[in-house]
């Protein structure tokens, strides 16, 4: 389709070309305005080009942004439907958890009942790092009182620090403690035989034992050169690594008077 523009400049350059006779150097002001016309049509020529070529660009953008809004509208309705079984699973979720927090509650006075004990074992057994074992009891408890963790976490952890305790009854091996001496405590080498037998060495090279008397534990040294003697040896084989066989010991048996 040609524009209004380009149609006048056609009209006038076949109405300057329809003058009678040549144009010659006397007529400078028609020369001027015909090369004027001339560049003129050029001009309109090329932007009737540029605006073809704007013309089908745009035509091309709106194609690609119409694409764009299908692809769009796509994603919505498939966000849609995300969102509507992420509902239906999270009301799924949030029934399961009101279910088993009804179960948890029924295993709370049952934690609290193993925990007590568990503790009351520690403190009345073998005096073999007693706050730090009855720590880790109390802590589980805190956690269990506070909310912080569910019952049956609670439980899974409950049963595991059971299982550490049972692991002890079958051990043998040699630790630092503090041990009560007199009116001092002493970070002293002991060495635990399961959970039967405690024995003691201090950095001055004092050696005893664990003895239980009225129900109370004490650490009382040996004055006895043979007792004294089979301890360092105990000292020493545990010392090498050797765990298991038979020890020489120094009053074996627990006592309790």
């Not at 560049?39 to 194609?63: H, I, M, N, Q, Y």
């Not at 799924?92 to 074992?121: C, F, N, Y």
């Not at 034992?209 to 545990?238: D, M, Y």
Request: net charge negative; hydrophobic share 40%.
């Amino acid at each position: 389709m040609t524009s209004p523009l380009r149609l006048l400049v056609c009209f006038g350059l076949a109405a300057l070309f329809a003058l009678p006779g040549p144009i010659s150097a006397a007529d400078p002001d028609l020369r001027a305005q015909a090369e004027q016309l001339a560049t003129l049509r050029g001009e309109v020529e090329a932007l009737a080009d540029e605006l073809a070529l704007t013309k089908d660009t745009l035509r091309s953008d709106l194609r690609g942004l119409q694409a764009e809004s299908a692809d769009l509208e796509a994603r919505i309705r498939r966000e849609e439907q995300r969102l509507a079984s992420l509902q239906l699973e999270t009301e799924r979720l949030q029934s399961a958890t009101r279910e088993a927090k009804d179960a948890s509650a029924v295993l709370i006075p049952v934690l609290h009942e193993a925990m007590d004990g568990i503790d009351a074992g520690i403190a009345a057994g073998l005096p073999f790092r007693v706050q730090e074992r009855r720590d880790e009891v109390r802590t589980l408890r805190k956690q269990l009182d506070d909310g912080m963790l569910p019952p049956s976490t609670v439980a899974s952890r409950l049963w595991t620090l059971m299982e550490d305790e049972l692991q002890l009854t079958r051990e043998n091996g040699l630790y630092q403690q503090i041990v009560p001496l007199g009116d001092s405590e002493v970070l002293a080498e002991v060495a635990r035989l399961g959970m039967v037998a405690l024995y003691y060495r201090t950095d001055a090279g004092e050696v005893g034992k664990a003895t239980r008397s009225g129900g109370t534990w004490r650490f009382v040294p040996f004055t006895s050169p043979e007792e004294q003697q089979v301890t360092q040896e105990l000292f020493v084989s545990l010392r090498k690594q050797i765990r298991t066989g038979w020890f020489q010991l120094a009053q074996p048996f627990p006592e309790d008077s």
